[in-house]
């Protein structure tokens, strides 16, 4: 828990400006490598603990991430702190404009138990790099990674820089928010619990980056590569056992190419994770219990076409795939966020956009097409936070475009340039020489309307 004196000394530190200076920031971030790179092994053996991840994936999802979205901010740090120059209209000529980066202050960030380590310490890339102090709040549901990423921070970073707080969310972090004014809070998880997050930080007029959730569709088209479809679903749907924000929900598949991607899906999952899943280096666990008794209420939802062996002492859910699910049945309302696959035949666009349209503004929308005409559709068709053509979610692992949702899926966004971004505020300066200063600006204004309205136009 974080008493308001340890924020209130975040505040003081910050106040002091000590975080302010480039070569601060950069020796900061240089710190946070040295001491991810330092507890490598310490993470991959966490990630296993808390969701059976190999150290391969977690590197592809996590460290690795991480230390990509590292290496951008040092190579481009010095670029981004930069004031830019600004035009000057010609109401204001002479002078002259431009825009700082400020940092904001003390600013939140709230992970989820899902890429624990990523989505905690990416954001935090973007919020020392803009020069903030930080609080940073882990989930509670992936204690072994929680327990090295507090070595990591705190083996570096004093408190008052970077303070590590754990336990109960739904305790500590209203605790923080109604009692501190925090600079910006950064908050991923449910869109059930970002809307708290929202209504406490309204109350103090706290701005928020919400990075939320929601049912991601894929579209697979009649004139799809089914073959190079198959491969890319099955690796972004059953990567880490499912539980991934940007993984593709459910399928609207074209009529005429489902039975067919049915058959290569299967073939697929067979040659990714063999017979026995279970057993599988490339296959991950179910987080706990409670995620395991919501995914498996699903299972009875439709057809089982593929999968539905589970284990609950091993937390174990076999890839699966369903058909005929009807779109009033719980797994089609909420978030799978599991190793479940609906299949949704559609012929027309209007029946396939309708079951969209069920959630929309989803976080993530992926097309499987040969043809430019239905991508653009689509893309027009379905406001998305992003999108992937013939591809699913690895748009996210892109640090040179921005990251996050939009309307129920969330709202702001970050990665690369877009994370410092978001932790800086832009502020306007326009200085004005002393040597012009022409009557025509001041009273009496009478006769100058003419004149006004040449200058501003
Ligand atoms: P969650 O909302 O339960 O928890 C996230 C964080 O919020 C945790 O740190 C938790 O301690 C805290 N929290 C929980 N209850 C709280 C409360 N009442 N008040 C304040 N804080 C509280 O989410 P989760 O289960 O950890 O993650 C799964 C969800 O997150 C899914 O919906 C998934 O799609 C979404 N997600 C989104 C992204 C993204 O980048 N958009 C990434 C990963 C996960």
Redesign the pocket.
């Known amino acids: 828990m974080a008493d308001i004196t340890s924020l209130e000394k975040l505040q003081r530190y910050f106040n002091s400006g000590a975080t302010q200076s480039y070569s601060f920031r950069r020796e900061q971030l240089k710190n946070l490598k040295a001491s991810v790179l330092n507890h490598e092994h310490d993470l991959y053996d966490a990630l296993y603990s808390d969701l059976k991840k190999s150290p391969e994936e977690s590197w592809v999802t996590e460290t690795g991430m991480v230390i990509a979205e590292l290496n951008a901010a040092l190579k481009n740090l010095r670029n981004w702190m930069a004031p830019e120059q600004a035009g000057t209209n010609l109401l204001n000529l002479p002078s002259g404009s431009k825009i700082l980066k400020e940092p904001l202050g003390v600013v939140l960030i ?6 624990p380590f990523q ?1 905690l310490i990416n954001p935090l890339i973007g919020a020392m790099a803009a020069g903030n102090c930080i609080v940073l ?5 992936a204690p072994a990674t929680d327990a090295v990423m507090k070595k990591i921070i705190e083996d570096v970073f004093s408190k008052e820089y970077i303070l590590y707080i754990q ?4 305790t ?3 605790e923080m ?1 109604n009692n501190f004014t925090f600079g910006h809070v950064f ?8 809307k ?2 929202y209504k ?1 930080a309204a109350e103090r007029l706290v701005p928020v980056t919400l ?4 049912k991601s569709p894929c579209i697979v088209e009649s004139d799809a590569n089914i073959k190079v479809a198959a491969r890319r679903i099955a690796m972004t749907k059953f990567s880490n056992a499912g ?4 993984a593709p929900d459910y399928l609207l598949v074209h009529a005429s190419v489902k039975d067919k991607l049915i058959t290569a899906l299967k073939e697929t999952i067979q040659k990714f994770f063999s017979d026995k899943p279970e057993e599988s280096y490339n296959y991950g666990k179910i987080i706990n219990e409670r ?1 395991f008794n919501r995914i498996t209420g699903y299972l009875s939802n439709g057809t089982i076409v593929h999968g539905g062996r589970t284990n609950k002492e091993k937390l174990f859910i076999e890839p699966t795939i369903i058909t005929n699910v009807s779109s009033d049945a719980p797994v089609m309302k909420d ?1 799978i ?1 599991g190793p479940l696959l609906p299949i949704i035949p559609f012929t027309t666009t209007e029946e396939a956009k309708a079951v969209i349209d069920r959630h929309p503004n989803p ?1 993530s929308l992926y097309i499987y097409t040969s043809s430019n005409k239905k991508e653009n559709e689509w893309l027009k068709a379905v406001p998305a ?1 992003g999108s992937c053509v013939n591809n699913s979610s690895w748009h ?1 692992t892109n640090h040179h475009l921005p ?3 939009r309307g129920f ?2 709202m702001g966004c970050y990665h690369g340039k877009y994370s410092f971004e978001t932790f800086s505020h832009k502020r306007a300066v326009m200085k004005t020489p002393t040597w012009f200063d022409p009557d025509i600006k001041y009273p009496p204004f009478k006769g100058k309307l003419k004149l006004f309205k040449w200058v501003i136009r």
Do not use: R
């Open positions: 709230v992970g989820p138990w899902n890429y989505l709040k882990p989930s509670e549901f336990g109960d969310g739904a500590v972090i209203p928010m908050y991923t998880g449910s869109t059930t619990v970002g708290i997050i406490m990075e939320l959730g929601g539980q991934m924000c940007v995620q978030e966020f976080l936070g996210l990251f996050g949702g899926s969330g």
